[in-house]
């Protein structure tokens, strides 16, 4: 098969496309032909090798993928070769730590493009409870874009940051693939949402994923936009996609008592805060990563319901994985873009 493989960690030109053996699907578990792979922010962070440098190489990235089955191991029942699924975006690798919930803290958890090898490829092998059929009657480049940022917008929002009705959220990053999914799942929770952009061409597609206030922080004071927004006491519940410098405005934009869930770090790993902003006021700040297959499953009934659609920017062939994660470390991507393994 062909593979986007990563034998050194770096930028640019890296991966490279490779034949590599088709693995055959051991006992339980299935072989997934890949129709589509999406490109995350954090597949670039691998890449480089900000997130673990002793990940074991040669290595193949990528966490979201649409396909069909393309073979059963022994003892797998319930699916019929050339199905449509949606592997899970993460999960045990032992099958005695299946059920722990949620997820991730299983010691043996790991994400395809982390933890093992990814979705950037033409087939990839899963364990059975961790695929999911595919009904959202969607093409495979639109499917592709939803298990990462639909699965783990649910938690965040659902699960960590407790939204609900009538609630007022802040999503920074409104325009990437997890901001502009977030508030699309923050929309269907009930809450009404304010999203932030760095250039105004983003504003149109912020406002399209369902954003009631677009805040330009390179134009606007976030703090001072939000209480406005807000009329006073900021948000209930901010995402905080960024981390860096922005957490501390993501902290001072939260209401008396409101939660900021740190999601992810695009401005950097290193946060500096007044403590004071969170104990005084006696706000809390939760992390959130990854999903349980129940979020993701919640997530899809939304998208079959057409609560939530898909945010596909581009697709591109396999072979210009390298460039695909360019563009979205870059900020040249308004929502996800999707390699296909199986285009030239």
Same mark, same amino acid.
């Given at each position: 098969?062909?593979?986007?493989?990563?034998?050194?960690?770096?930028?640019?030109?890296?991966?490279?496309?490779?034949?590599?053996?088709?693995?055959?699907?051991?006992?339980?578990?299935?072989?997934?032909?890949?129709?589509?792979?999406?490109?995350?922010?954090?597949?670039?962070?691998?890449?480089?090798?900000?997130?673990?440098?002793?990940?074991?190489?040669?290595?193949?990235?990528?966490?979201?993928?649409?396909?069909?089955?393309?073979?059963?191991?022994?003892?797998?029942?319930?699916?019929?070769?050339?199905?449509?699924?949606?592997?899970?975006?993460?999960?045990?690798?032992?099958?005695?730590?299946?059920?722990?919930?949620?997820?991730?803290?299983?010691?043996?958890?790991?994400?395809?493009?982390?933890?093992?090898?990814?979705?950037?490829?033409?087939?990839?092998?899963?364990?059975?409870?961790?695929?999911?059929?595919?009904?959202?009657?969607?093409?495979?480049?639109?499917?592709?874009?939803?298990?990462?940022?639909?699965?783990?917008?649910?938690?965040?929002?659902?699960?960590?940051?407790?939204?609900?009705?009538?609630?007022?959220?802040?999503?920074?990053?409104?325009?990437?693939?997890?901001? /502009?999914?977030?508030?699309?799942? %923050?929309?269907? $929770?009930?809450?009404?949402? !304010?999203?932030? #952009? @760095?250039?105004?061409?983003? *504003?149109?597609?912020?406002?399209?994923?369902?954003?009631?206030?677009?805040?330009?922080?390179?134009?606007?004071?976030?703090?001072?936009?939000?209480?406005?927004?807000?009329?006073?006491?900021?948000?209930?519940?901010?995402?905080?996609?960024?981390?860096?410098?922005?957490?501390?405005?993501?902290?001072?934009?939260?209401?008396?008592?409101?939660?900021?869930?740190?999601?992810?770090?695009?401005?950097?790993?290193?946060?500096?805060?007044?403590?004071?902003?969170?104990?005084?006021?006696?706000?809390?700040?939760?992390?959130?990563?990854? /999903?349980?297959?129940?979020?993701? %499953?919640?997530? $899809?009934?939304?998208?079959? !319901?057409?609560? #939530? @659609?898909?945010?596909?920017? *581009?697709?591109?062939?396999?072979?210009?994985?390298?460039?695909?994660?360019?563009?979205?470390?870059?900020?040249?991507?308004?929502?996800?873009?999707?390699?296909?393994?199986?285009?030239?």
């Amino acid at each position: 098969m062909k593979a986007a493989i990563m034998r050194a960690f770096g930028d640019t030109d890296i991966p490279q496309i490779e034949e590599i053996a088709t693995p055959k699907p051991g006992a339980g578990n299935v072989l997934i032909k890949i129709l589509a792979a999406g490109v995350n922010r954090l597949d670039h962070y691998i890449r480089e090798g900000s997130i673990s440098p002793d990940i074991p190489l040669p290595h193949i990235l990528g966490a979201d993928a649409a396909g069909a089955v393309a073979a059963l191991g022994s003892g797998v029942t319930g699916f019929e070769i050339g199905e449509r699924v949606i592997p899970a975006p993460g999960f045990p690798q032992k099958e005695s730590e299946f059920d722990v919930r949620p997820v991730v803290t299983a010691p043996s958890f790991a994400l395809p493009g982390l933890g093992r090898w990814g979705t950037y490829a033409q087939y990839m092998e899963v364990p059975a409870p961790f695929v999911m059929k595919d009904d959202t009657g969607l093409s495979p480049e639109e499917t592709a874009t939803l298990p990462v940022a639909l699965g783990t917008a649910v938690r965040a929002l659902r699960d960590v940051g407790e939204v609900k009705a009538g609630d007022k959220v802040l999503i920074q990053a409104g325009a990437s693939g997890s901001g /502009s999914m977030q508030i699309q799942v %923050a929309k269907v $929770l009930g809450a009404e949402v !304010a999203t932030t #952009i @760095r250039s105004e061409e983003k *504003r149109a597609f912020a406002e399209s994923a369902g954003a009631d206030q677009v805040i330009n922080t390179r134009e606007q004071d976030l703090v001072a936009a939000v209480h406005d927004w807000t009329g006073g006491p900021g948000a209930d519940v901010v995402i905080d996609n960024l981390g860096g410098d922005v957490l501390a405005q993501s902290i001072e934009a939260a209401k008396p008592l409101g939660v900021i869930v740190a999601f992810g770090f695009a401005a950097g790993p290193q946060v500096s805060f007044d403590v004071r902003t969170l104990f005084f006021s006696q706000k809390q700040l939760r992390g959130s990563m990854a /999903s349980d297959p129940e979020h993701l %499953a919640w997530g $899809l009934e939304q998208v079959r !319901a057409g609560r #939530i @659609r898909p945010l596909l920017d *581009r697709t591109l062939p396999l072979s210009r994985a390298a460039e695909a994660l360019q563009l979205v470390a870059t900020n040249q991507v308004k929502g996800n873009v999707v390699l296909l393994p199986w285009q030239d």
